[in-house]
Each structure stands twice: as structure tokens, then as C-alpha cells.
């Protein structure tokens, strides 16, 4: 299985604008089966906040019943985007597919300049984005931080900004980028050639995780080439309506790791493997780009589906630790990986593994929806922490920045004492306590 | 919608409980079915109190109120009829009041979803057995207003074979608690049974007290497959005179699988023309091990071409799944179904399958046949495009002759979905003029200005 994701967008020749095809809403029969699994139904029990009204509203919007005020198209940025509709729907309806689709239809029918400023001018370019990270940098190294957290100045702020505060992980030094070779070497013989497609936010705020997964491919017979040029993968560009962005950005990745030559590529988000994943369908239209673009996608794997892959040096050390794992929708129903990232951790001496209930509930990051829809992201959150709470681990293991930042954000919300981590970062930490 | 109406009922509810924005009516427009009719106003009050103020203000004004749910009733009973109205959302009320281990009784408010309510119940050893197929997406409230069924009701009983109580909101805003915890009640009329099935035109069920039974312990699932629908619902008839009561007795025909095996590629048998689903279940494993290796003999005897018992949870997990899914599978195949309820004498359930499929043969579009065939009800499906105005009128004829036939062999027009809007045009036909003149006169004594979902049931 490549990718299960399938826009289906056509050319309205009459309008000149991209629009769902009437095939990826006209059938929904209402059945009402997406209701029990949306998170945003779930918290408002609204029908306005649900997929089956999401599609009800394209369907009236696009066949001319309704207008496509903002309040319509507010509804499908209402939508966290976790999938979990389309995963469930009988007649193959896809929900959160025809919210994104909607929020780009609106995009050429009435563009909207900051998106232009940010998605063009400053996510793509990976300079820029070091440059804007660097006051939260100083922000921790001067010290700052932990003197407002010594201070207890964080529990006044207003609840919004106390929130998104917490959201940060421990800012690295510098972004990974700068630091990490072009050409890690495999340790013994080399049996990959892996390309390492390292995401924005690994970058700039997971480094360290992104360090140690390079560290485990290498250790298991991988050549890692990082190309330093990759740009955004595309995806908050395609969340906010710019498919068109989207499609710039994946044309310079594809040529840049076209040039690398590598067997495979290997990103540890995600968000991003399930971007990439969908390149060769973002332009399956494309006479010249279709084919490189599909031949890219089949090379992508999460890190933990690729371990999964290839035989690997079962860790010596232990980690003495109560871990339970949180699925990323973008890789559970984007990628449909939920077992690698479990059988990689159930590797490690001393790991207890304990299955959190609802684990592949959204967490109520969706990218941007704790800036952009505060409330019901964190009505969404505080379920998860409430099954988290129950868990009583003290690690929770989840391959997704977007995750991590929301859980790191809920954990010191609600205080519980609970290390976030990319599972990968457990595997690496196993083998380097059996090296020393 | 009038501002001062918006205003008084945002007093009552709370201002993000009023929804009146053009996408927010465009979505409460609809429930289950194609049909579709516009509210005025949205009001999703939290409390019996609420909703009793709600309906006051209504009676001022005399708007309808349609009560509503989860939205997925198949009878178009939560949606307004032409001209309007507030439809009355519950979906807010979803507290579980009380779990009364000693009684077997759990007290819920009317938007609890009924998987949810269920699951509590078996954490305390319980079971609450009505399951319909929407047991996810439909709540409490709709499940009684409708007389919910489901595949369990050969064994079990009906949603109302559950209900001792009820908190009903009347026409005039008064607030009516019926029944009790008390098994045995001959105290007057029996109103839990008048409200049960009422499709919110007598008064608005906003809690009920529900009666449990013991969680069954063990359960085991067979699937039977035959090469001729025939020998299939002879087979039925067989399994329910061996002195045996299946927990489960469910009937699918081959269009019926094969749109299965397309969404969910389980792995069924795309080749027969019907397969059995059957399970036996209950609280001694050796009872529940004989009564389904009895299904298995007899079917055997039936002229099945296989069957399978399932041999783990995952495998009877994926029987389920399968049976749970025909409904919306079938879009698959059309964009339009029209998925009927009829429900006949078990004896007369191979005769109304062949003259289901002479409805089908003789207008040339496909009819599914799937249901409960333990307890003779079954869901026709026509499956159709009603963008074609011919595909259309055959549809209506179609309905016409499928009920007809319901009633010829002693059945009836509706075993779990109500009547709401789609059934009325046969609804004299099914009950007679002196029944009807009796209802309406029922209804007229609840509800004297008819602001209770009018035009339900009864054309208005």
C-alpha cells in the first residue's frame, strides 16, 4: 500500500477552478456512521461540527444552494483533519478530504494574502524559518524561560498563551540542519542508500530526535543522505488552501532527491512521510511531473515502517520505563502504520508497553488548530490526557512533532509528569545504554 | 426568524445553543433518508427543564418543535415538513443518571448514544440487548420514539420490551414521568407504551428508565452459505422449530455481500445467492456450544453449501462488522436506496422473498435483501438514481407493491423504522380507518395545537 489518499480534484473548465469531483460527495447517503468518530462532533455533538455536515455543506456550496460564506468555509477548517471519517466510511465518501478540498477552492476563488506571505514567502524557505525561530531560541538560552517557570509566571498568562507556551519542546542550540552531515556512513557495511527528508519542525525544534534516528539507520547498515535544500513538504500550505504551493514544493523536492540517488527516503514526521506519500497523486496530472512524482512516493517510509522493513540489531541496553504510545492520524490512517512503531519499541529490554485506550483519537493538534480553534482543540486534548492519566506511564511515545508539541502542551496543562518522545529516540537511547 | 423568539429561547439554553445561520439550518435539515425539509431554528437544549421552557415558548407561537437525535432515522420522522419549525436537538443531553446494579436498571438522558450506554452497563456485568444497526450513531431517545429493533430482538425483545419509565415533556411544556423501577405495573394505562414508538408526536421523551438483564457470558457465531436464496429462508423456518432461540438469525442476499466485500474486503462468499448469519449466546458455554452446533446441523440438512463457525473473537468481530455494514454499503452500487422495513409472519418470509424478486424482475431495478429474517423482518433495498425522473416512478410503484405484498401475506409496513413521513401513503391500508380516526384522536388529547412533529405518522 503506497497511499489511500485520493483527491479527487477536477478542472472546472467554465470557471477555471479546481473543485472536488461531484463523485466525492454526491453519494454520501447520510447514514450518520462518521458522527460516532469525529472529535469535533464528538466534543459539540453539533451536526455543523461533524462530517456528514461538512459534506452536506460542499455539496450545497458547490451545486450553488448555498454561498460559500465564511461561515461555510469556516466550518471546513472546523474539521482537525484526523481522518478517522474516511477511514470509517461504508460508501468511500472522505470527509476530511473534501474539507481540504474546500479550503482551496476558496483559496482561488478569493486568495488571501498572509497565506501568501507565509506559505510562499516564509515556510518554503528554510533560512527565513531558522532566522524567525531564533527569538524563541534566545527566549530559552537566555534564560528567560525557566526563569518564568521558576517564578511561576507562566500559571498567570492568559490561558491561550500559557498553552501554546507549553506547546515547545526544548529548543536545540542549533537547527539540525546546520549540524548534521550531508553523508552519514554506515556502521559495518553498508546495505541502504536513505535518503533522510528532514522535516521543518525536526529542524527546528525536534533536532534531537532527528539526530538519533539518523544514528539508528546508520547503526543498521544505512548510508544516510541528508540533502540540506529539502523544503517543506507541503502540508501546512495544503492545509490552508494552497494546493498550488503544495505542488512547487514537491516538484523541488522530488529533482533534489532525484540528484541524491538513494534507494529509499526516510522522515521521521509523520505529517511529512504522509505528504510526500501523496506527491505522485498531488500531480498525477501533470504530464511532466507524474511519473517522477509516483516514482518518489513509492520511495518514502516512515522510519519506524522502514526498521520495520529491514533486519535489525535488537538493542542490549534497557530502559526500566512504563511507555504507551499515542497513533498519529498521519500515520495511522494516512499511512496505516500502527504496529511498526509498537513491535520497534517492544525490542527494548525493560520497556513496558501499555496500550492507551483510544490511541488513535486525534490529540487535537491537527497542525495549527490549538493557534487557530484554541477551544476545541484543547476540548479535544484533555480527552486524550484523561486516557493518558489512566495509563500511569511515564513515557508517551508518538512519531509526530505536531503530536508531541500538543501532548507537551497538555501534559504541563494539566501537570502530569509524563516525557514526550519519538519512539525511534527510545530505540536509539536502547542501544546507546548497551554501548556504554 | 423572528430576533425576540431567538432572543427568549438563548435565555433558556444558552446563546451557543440557538443556531440559526443559513449552514446551520442547511444541516439539520436532513436525518437518515433523501428527504429533506428546512428548519427555522436550531435549539439544543441540556435539560428536561430546558426543553420543557422551550416547548412553552413554542406553544406561544405555535411553531413545531421536530425532535431530533443523532439524525439517522430511515422513516424522515426528525425532519421538518413545509413551513418550518424549531427542531429540538437532544443530542446535548448524553449524562447517564444512574446504574442500579440491585434493580437492573440504568436511567439515561435522551441523547446518551446507545453503543455508549451499553458499554457502561456491561462494565457493572449488565446488558442492555435492543441493537440496532445505527447503535453508534443513534441515541436513547431516538431508539425509543422509534421502537428501535435490531438483529438481537429475535431473542431479546424490542427497544419498548425495555422501557419501565420515561420523563416526557407535553405539548403544554408540563413535565410527565411515567412508569418506575417496579417490574410489574397495572396502575392505569400502561403510557410507557403510548409514548414508545410515537415518533415525538405525543411528547418529548427527554429521560427513561431502562430495564437490564444479565451479561451473557459466551456467544458463538456461525455463517451458513446457500447456492439458492430459497433454501435459505426454508432453512429460517427449520432453525426456529428445533426448540432452539437464536440469539441472532440474520438473512443476506448476494447483491447484499458482494456490496459488503467491496467496502470492507472481509473475505465473504461472493458466489451464493444468501448466507445466514447466526449466533447463539448466553450463560452456560455447553448450552451455547450445542445450540449453535444444532444451527449447524440444520442447515447442513437446508442444503448450505458451507458453514463456518467462527472460531475467534476477531472472526466474529469481522461477521459483524459485515453484517453492520450492508445498509451504507449499498451506495456503493447506486447513488439512491430506498431501504424498506417490512416484517411478516415468519412462516410467509420464503413467500415474500419471491415476490420481492418478482417486484425487482418485473421493473428492472435491483431490490437487496437483507434483515432479520429470525423474526420476519426484512429490509428490501431498491437501489436506484433519482437524478432519472423514470427511475423515480418505477421507485414509487415499487414501494407501493412491496408493501402490498407485506400485508397480503399478514405483515406489516414497518418493523423498526416507523412510519415519519416516507410510509404515510399506505398507512390507511395497514391499519384501517377506525384505527386511525382512534390515533389521531390520541394524538389531538396530547397534543390539541399540533406543534408536537406534526405531519408524522399522520399526513397533517
Known sequence: ??????????????????????????????????????PTYREYLKETASPRGRVALAR???????????????????????????????????????????????????PTLWKQALFSGMIPRPGRMEAAVLPLRLYQMLGIRRLIYALGLNRILPNKIRDLEAMLP?????????????????????????GFFLGCAQNLLFSEESAAAVRVLARNGCTVITPRNAVCCGMPARGYGRLDLVKSQAMHNIALFEQSQVDIIVTDCATCGSTLKEYGTFLSNDAQWAARAAAFSSKVRDVSEFLAEIPIERPQGRLETRVTYHDPCHLRRAQKIWQQPRSLMGLINGLELIELPEADWCCGSAGSQ???????????????????????????????????????????????????VHPVTLLDEAYEASYE | MNSRLIDSMAKVVGKAAVLYTPEDLAVYSYDGTFAEGQPDLVVLPGTTEQVSQVVALAAQTRLPLIP???????????????????????????????????????????????????????KHGLFYPPDPSSIRHSTIGGNIACNAGGPRCLKYGVTGDYVLGLTVVLADGRILKTGGKPI?????????????????TLGLITEALLRLVAKPLYARTALAEFVSLE????????????????????????????????????????????????????????????????????????????????????????LWKARRSISPSLARKAPNKLGEDITVPRSAIPEVIRRLRAISASYGLPIVIFGH???????????????????????EQMVGEIFAASLALGGTLSGEHGVGMLKQPYLEKALGSTSIELQKKIKSALDPMNILNPGKIFPN
Open chain 1, 170 to 194: 526544548r529548543i536545540p542550540q542549533r537547527p539540525l540542519r546546520q549540524t548534521l552531515p550531508g553523508v552519514t556512513e554506515a556502521r559495518g557495511e553498508s546495505r541502504y542508500r536513505v
Open chain 1, 1 to 38: 500500500m503506497v497511499n489511500n489518499l485520493q483527491i479527487a480534484e477536477f478542472m472546472d473548465q467554465t470557471t477555471g477552478i479546481e473543485k472536488p469531483a461531484e463523485s466525492s460527495y454526491l453519494n454520501c447517503i447520510r447514514c450518520g456512521l462518521c458522527l460516532a468518530v469525529c
Open chain 2, 231 to 318: 433454501d435459505a429462508s426454508q432453512a429460517v423456518n427449520a432453525l426456529l422449530s428445533a426448540g432452539i432461540v437464536p440469539a441472532t438469525l440474520e438473512l443476506m442476499d448476494q447483491t447484499a455481500i458482494i456490496c459488503i466485500e467491496e467496502a470492507m474486503h472481509l473475505g465473504l462468499p461472493t458466489d451464493v445467492e444468501a448466507s445466514l448469519l447466526i449466533e447463539a449466546d448466553g450463560a452456560d458455554q455447553q448450552t451455547v456450544e450445542r445450540e449453535i452446533e444444532t444451527c449447524y446441523r440444520i442447515c447442513q440438512e437446508k442444503g448450505a453449501h458451507a458453514v463456518k463457525i467462527a472460531e475467534t473473537e476477531t472472526e466474529r468481530g469481522k
Open chain 1, 370 to 420: 490549538l493557534i487557530t480553534h484554541y477551544e476545541t482543540s484543547t476540548r479535544v486534548l484533555d480527552r486524550k490526557m484523561e486516557n493518558l492519566a489512566g495509563t500511569q506511564a511515564q513515557v508517551v511515545a508518538s512519531g509526530c512533532p505536531g503530536c508531541q508539541m500538543q501532548l507537551l502542551s497538555g501534559a504541563r496543562r494539566r501537570e502530569l509528569p509524563i516525557r514526550v
Open chain 2, 184 to 200: 410489574k405495573d397495572v396502575t392505569g394505562y400502561d403510557l410507557n407504551a403510548l409514548f414508545t414508538g410515537s415518533e415525538g
Open chain 2, 68 to 122: 431530533r437525535g443523532m439524525g439517522s432515522g430511515l422513516a424522515a420522522g426528525s425532519i421538518p415538513i413545509p413551513g418550518g419549525g424549531i427542531v429540538l436537538c437532544l443530542s446535548r443531553m448524553n449524562h447517564i443518571l444512574e446504574i442500579d446494579t440491585i434493580n437492573a436498571t440504568v436511567s439515561a438522558e435522551a441523547g446518551v448514544v446507545t453503543a455508549d450506554l451499553q458499554n457502561e452497563v456491561e
Open chain 1, 60 to 110: 450545497k456550496g458547490l451545486d450553488g444552494q448555498l454561498e460559500l460564506t465564511p461561515n461555510l468555509i469556516e466550518q471546513m477548517y472546523g474539521c482537525f483533519a484526523c481522518m478517522a471519517c474516511n477511514e470509517l466510511c461504508p460508501v468511500g465518501i472522505r470527509p476530511a478530504d473534501l474539507a481540504l478540498s474546500m479550503r482551496h477552492v476558496q483559496e482561488q476563488l478569493h
Open chain 2, 373 to 395: 429474517a429470525g423474526d420476519g423482518n426484512l429490509h428490501p433495498n431498491i437501489l436506484f438514481d433519482k437524478r432519472q425522473p423514470e427511475q423515480w416512478a418505477k421507485v
